[in-house]
C-alpha cells in the first residue's frame, strides 16, 4: 500500500479554498485528521472485491416524485413564533455567502 502524504501546504490551500482560518494546533489536528481519511481510503480502494456480486444498491427503491404545488399552512403565526428573527411573515437567517 503506498501511502499519499498531505503536506501542510496543501491542508493550508485547501482551508483557504474554504474559507477556513486556522491556527497552528487546529492545523496540526486537521493534517492528522486528513492523512488518516486518505489513507482510509487508500484501504477501501485496495479491498479485494473479486468475489463480490455486482450490486447496485441495496434497496430495489425507486425514486417516488410528488406534484409540486403550494399549500397554505394553517397557523402562519404559530410558525413564526419559532424564528430568532422575522421579516414580512418569513423566517429572516443570517447571510451565508459573502
Not at 36 to 62: H, M, P
Amino acid at each position: 500500500m503506498s501511502e499519499n502524504k498531505v503536506s501542510r501546504d496543501d491542508l493550508l490551500h485547501i482551508a483557504k479554498l474554504a474559507d477556513l482560518n486556522l491556527d497552528e494546533k487546529e492545523t496540526d489536528k486537521y493534517l492528522e485528521n486528513l492523512q488518516e481519511i486518505l489513507n482510509f481510503a487508500e484501504v477501501i480502494n485496495n479491498a479485494d472485491v473479486s468475489n463480490l456480486d455486482i450490486t447496485i444498491g441495496a434497496y430495489e427503491n425507486k425514486n417516488v416524485f410528488r406534484k409540486d404545488e403550494v399549500k397554505e399552512f394553517g397557523d402562519l403565526e404559530a410558525l413564526l413564533q419559532n424564528a430568532p428573527e422575522k421579516e414580512q411573515n418569513m423566517f429572516k437567517i443570517p447571510k451565508v455567502i459573502n
